[in-house]
């Protein structure tokens, strides 16, 4: 498998794409460029797509950051925690 966080960012970078990767990895969500309702249910069908894991539009606000996200679809068995 590729490199997971290089895959979570592209999921990311698909929905955000006036966000700099540094600012998908560093700012909450709802601070990003473009973030509204629309993306975050877009960035959540994205993610399912993905990684096969069903993250529901209250989830996904309640985990506010690229880091949550990761560290949740890490806890879901999906992605490893490794970053190479």
């Not at 999921?11 to 309702?37: H, K, N, Y």
């Not at 985990?63 to 949550?68: E, I, K, Q, R, Y």
């Amino acid at each position: 498998m590729k490199n997971n966080d290089d895959h979570l960012m592209r999921c990311f970078a698909a929905v955000f794409a006036r966000a700099t990767q540094e600012e998908i990895r560093t700012l909450t969500f709802s601070s990003l460029p473009g973030w509204d309702s629309l993306r975050a249910a877009t960035l959540s069908v994205v993610l399912a797509e993905a990684f096969g894991a069903q993250i529901t539009l209250p989830l996904l606000l309640e985990l506010d950051t690229f880091a949550s996200v990761k560290q949740y679809l890490v806890q879901c068995g999906v992605m490893s925690g490794r970053t190479a």
